[in-house]
């Protein structure tokens, strides 16, 4: 009798009980509406941020000492070396597309994650391998003394696979992790609200302090010609993250994909082809907040401008609903969207060929200083631990200083637009330092390095760290906050993607200098002995477009208007209304 009423008592306490579920449309891993309690929120993100430190500690361990490795290794000039290493890094964001485009349109963001994880792992692995077994010969070579023996076309070919399956992997992780790890707060929920928003901070916290240990301890190893040890420690720890990140499988709250963004944007575009003569007098077709919510989705409410793509969701006199010739005001809205971000998003290439210079000349102009105290030996990459000490602090600096200061002026604190517009004056000083430094490393340079001790470089690498904070930062939290509903890989994407045009853009530079430098006995402005060159000039001239870009990203931030949903979500689960929408 006393344990039917014990049983009794637990039934009644656990109807009594009401689950709470999340109001922005996440499920569970089986589908299912996530309870909030059980899913999501400051647990399994700090698994996502660990998970991502690890990943980068595992790509900065190739990447920051790429340049060094393909001139003492590979055998290639310094201007080869820069180019290869700015096009590599460039594809490794080009392939955030890929993994943005299958997120949102079949796998999802967390299967997305998984399977390109995997393919990082495996392409660090052969890197290793490859690298180990057939290019460090012989033992002991790739210091700054020993050069390694020339190789053969295969195995060089092997190790560019193994390298490019790395920026395959890393790149298709990339824009998908840090929008699932903001998938893990609920937008509706007030306090979760406020979560995500510094989830961004510390993801790019997450991300510097990750590269961390790779640009002190792997690039000292690296700089000493244990090449092999830097590869297989980041394939390690590349296992590592991915083992954590399927660790929190249970816990992980998910978007459902929408389907193809493409041919729902070819649906707004074919549509408004075929009706641009119709009138928008008879009303625009749109459906209510409830079945957007059912189907996973956000209204957003009609916005002037750009009036040509109303024309896909006029109603024409009776006609019945046809995707191919009537689409919903949201869908429209959904491609505008797009539209008006891309200006904003090109005014960030500018700052990308800016910040790519750290992984390549930076590195290059260090090597060409003083750099040992005593006899320590400080390889010109670890010089980026500056650049990590600068984000972390100007991120405690930008979110217990400056913002609650300019809030007390005014309540909405600095807008995303604003901080990119910092990020790019600092992105100018920093290139002006460099050209600064460069100036007096000539000065007191020899014939074989200069005497101006390598630590002249920290305030450039500051400078770059603090910029990143205000326009990388910035960017992730303005992308993927104004992205539409089903494309938010693909706004965490267009960071990406700013970094990919912005290397492609260096390397066009820079090949497009030496060829117009290159004459006769002049060797160029960045030419194989640094001591002979000019690349004090080629600082300020980036200084100068970037100066340029500045102003044209002022017209386009100050003329941009913020997306805002059409009304907030509900909790109902009710049917499909249309409605007309008189403009």
Not at 300 to 311: N, P
Not at 441 to 456: C, D, G, N, P, V
Not at 511 to 522: D, H, S, V
Not at 534 to 542: A, M, N
């Amino acid at each position: 009798m006393a344990c039917l009423n014990i049983c009794q008592k637990e039934k009644i306490r656990d109807e009594s009980e009401e689950i709470e579920y999340t109001l922005d449309g996440t499920v569970d891993r089986r589908g299912n509406p996530a309870i909030r309690n059980k899913t999501g929120k400051w647990g399994p993100a700090i698994l996502i941020l660990v998970n991502q430190g690890l990943a980068t500690l595992a790509f900065f361990g190739v990447g920051v000492n790429l340049v060094l490795f393909l001139t003492r290794v590979v055998g290639q000039s310094n201007a080869d070396a820069a180019n290869n290493v700015s096009k590599w890094t460039g594809t490794v964001y080009l392939f955030s597309l890929v993994g943005a485009f299958l997120s949102d349109s079949y796998l999802g963001r967390y299967k997305t994650c998984a399977i390109f994880q995997a393919i990082f792992v495996l392409g660090l692995a052969l890197l290793s391998l490859s690298s180990y077994l057939f290019l460090l010969k012989p033992n002991g070579c790739g210091d700054e003394l020993t050069p390694c023996t020339s190789h053969s076309g295969y195995h060089v070919t092997l190790f560019y696979i193994s390298l490019y399956m790395v920026a395959l992997g890393n790149g298709g992780y990339q824009p998908n992790i840090a929008t699932f790890g903001a998938d893990q707060f609920d937008v509706e929920h007030p306090k979760e609200r406020s979560s995500k928003i510094s989830f961004f901070s510390y993801f790019y916290l997450a991300f510097n302090l990750g590269s961390l240990f790779s640009n002190t301890l792997l690039a000292y190893y690296e700089d000493e010609g244990k090449w092999a040890i830097g590869f297989f420690a980041s394939a390690i720890t590349a296992l590592m993250a991915l083992a954590l990140f399927l660790g929190g499988t249970p816990h992980f709250r998910h978007y459902k994909s929408l389907g193809n963004p493409i041919s729902r944007f070819g649906q707004v575009l074919v549509a408004a082809t075929k009706k641009w003569n119709a009138s928008e007098d008879d009303g625009l077709y749109e459906l209510d907040a409830k079945t957007y919510l059912k189907n996973g989705r956000k209204k957003i409410a009609h916005t002037q401008g750009l009036t040509m793509l109303d024309k896909a969701a006029v109603i024409t006199c009776n006609q019945k609903y046809d995707e191919r010739r009537l689409c919903t005001v949201t869908q429209v809205e959904e491609v505008k969207c797009i539209l008006r971000l891309l200006p904003i998003w090109v005014c960030t290439i500018m700052y990308s060929v800016v910040f790519t210079q750290m992984a390549s000349l930076f590195v290059e102009q260090g090597a060409a200083m003083k750099v040992t105290i005593g006899s320590f030996h400080i390889p010109p990459a670890s010089m980026s631990v500056f650049d990590i000490l600068s984000v972390a602090s100007f991120i405690f600096i930008y979110r217990r200083v400056l913002n609650p200061f300019v809030i007390r002026m005014r309540k909405k604190g600095l807008t995303e637009l604003e901080r990119m517009g910092i990020g790019l004056i600092l992105a100018i000083l920093a290139m002006v330092a460099a050209g600064t430094v460069e100036v007096f490393r000539l000065k007191y340079a020899t014939t074989e390095a200069s005497s101006l001790s390598i630590f002249w470089q920290i305030p450039q690498f500051m400078l770059i760290g603090a910029s990143e904070v205000f326009m990388y930062v910035g960017q992730l939290e303005f992308f993927n906050g104004q992205a539409p509903e089903g494309l938010k890989s693909f706004g965490s994407a267009l960071c990406m993607l700013s970094m990919s045009f912005g290397n492609y853009m260096s390397s066009i530079i820079v090949t497009i200098l030496m060829k117009i430098t290159t004459r006769g006995n002049n060797l160029g402005w960045i030419p194989e002995d640094l001591n002979k060159g000019h690349l004090e000039r080629f600082y300020f001239l980036l200084a100068g477009l970037t100066t340029l870009d500045f102003l044209v990203y002022l017209y386009y931030a100050n003329s941009y208007k913020y997306v805002q949903p059409d009304e907030p979500r509900v909790d109902s689960h009710h049917g499909e209304q249309t409605v007309k929408i008189e403009v």
